[in-house]
């Protein structure tokens, strides 16, 4: 798999918000974001491939992870940190904003602080 991260993708008039609604969040026109999950790199083909074969089935409803999910997951971590994560272990969540509070909320009290250190990503200060 080879992917072109040199290729320039103009993301301006495309509802972006971080391009189109600068000026609106209070941002200069002109300015460079430099996201974390809004990336400029264009999708790989492979993904919009599995994407779109999904989608042919035609129904969107509520779904769950089988075993191949835990399997990449356990293979990843391995491979990588030589560590054996267990099925149990793992939570999913609808992002990474959630998680960060929903694991405040489980592990702190009403009242509690909790130090963030910046640079942080924008809607967790």
Same mark, same amino acid.
């Not at 560590?83 to 272990?89: D, E």
């Not at 969540?93 to 602080?113: L, M, N």
């Given at each position: 798999?080879?992917?072109?991260?040199?290729?320039?993708?103009?993301?301006?008039? =495309?509802?972006?918000?971080?391009?189109?609604?600068?000026?609106?969040?209070?941002?200069?026109?002109?300015?460079?974001?430099?996201?974390?999950?809004?990336?400029?790199?264009? =999708?790989?083909? *492979?993904?919009? @491939?599995?994407?779109?074969?999904?989608?042919?089935?035609?129904?969107?409803?509520?779904? @769950?992870?089988?075993?191949?999910?835990?399997?990449?997951?356990?293979?990843?971590?391995? *491979?990588?940190?030589?560590?054996?994560?267990?099925?149990?272990?793992?939570?999913?969540?609808?992002?990474?904003?959630?998680?960060? =509070? =929903?694991?405040?909320?489980?592990?702190?009290?009403?009242? @509690?602080?909790?130090?963030?250190? @910046?640079?942080?990503?924008?809607?967790?200060?």
């Amino acid at each position: 798999m080879v992917y072109d991260f040199d290729k320039v993708i103009d993301r301006k008039h =495309t509802d972006s918000i971080k391009y189109d609604f600068a000026l609106k969040r209070g941002m200069p026109e002109d300015i460079l974001p430099l996201w974390v999950a809004d990336m400029d790199f264009q =999708t790989p083909n *492979e993904v919009i @491939e599995a994407l779109v074969e999904k989608s042919r089935h035609g129904i969107f409803g509520y779904s @769950e992870s089988n075993e191949d999910y835990y399997n990449v997951l356990h293979t990843w971590f391995k *491979e990588r940190f030589n560590w054996k994560i267990k099925p149990q272990w793992l939570v999913k969540t609808p992002g990474v904003v959630y998680a960060i =509070t =929903t694991a405040i909320k489980a592990f702190s009290k009403v009242d @509690e602080a909790v130090m963030i250190q @910046e640079p942080v990503y924008y809607p967790i200060k």
